[in-house]
């Protein structure tokens, strides 16, 4: 398939959420870039976020929909990162049995038609932009930052991804709760 490549960007999208997520302590969820200034979300509303926005994208221009609610009921930093890992491989396996009709296939984009591989390309970008807000309130709290994309400053120019998969992820959750 022509558009595998696609699908193996999502699949690193995932881990790279969660990572960044279980970077923070539950004691953090409300904090905000400023703590006066509403505009920038706070941690917890860049997971709500990411949950609700994936959820819709995925049900209104790929036509995928997880059946689940897109939050967990409790609002904890497990909880979502449970969540978000679970709906986002349904999300993937059902991406995995299309073939390259479907991405090339335009749809509304809101107010404009656009194929699904672009569609898809713009929820990685967007997905991406809040991962590097949520970030850049990691180096505001002083927490560890890892490699996102490869090297960087934050690792002393070396790739060092924060979990090697989601099994030690979640294990380390627990070492940290």
């Known amino acids: 398939m022509r558009y595998h490549f696609l699908l193996d960007t999502y699949e690193t999208e995932r881990i790279k959420v969660v ?13 905000r870039p400023h703590p006066t200034d509403t505009r920038g979300r706070s941690v917890l509303e860049q997971m709500i976020h990411q949950c609700i926005s994936e959820d819709h994208w ?21 909880s979502f990162i449970e969540r978000y890992w679970e709906d986002s491989g349904r999300r993937l396996s059902a991406l995995q049995n299309q073939d390259d009709g479907f991405w090339e296939e335009e749809v509304a984009f809101f107010d404009t038609p656009r194929s699904r591989a672009w569609i898809m390309v713009r929820r990685v970008a967007h997905t991406a932009h809040h991962r590097g807000q949520q970030m850049a309130m990691l180096r505001m709290l002083n927490r560890e930052l890892h490699s996102n994309y490869g090297p960087t400053a934050d690792t002393g120019d070396q790739v060092v991804y924060a979990y090697p998969d989601f099994e030690t992820l979640l294990q380390k959750l627990g070492d940290s709760l």
């Open 58 to 78: 995925f049900k209104t221009f790929f036509g995928i929909d997880v059946i689940a609610s897109p939050l967990p009921d409790a609002h904890s930093r497990r």
């Open 19 to 31: 990572s960044v997520w279980g970077s923070f302590r539950d004691v953090d969820l409300s904090t």
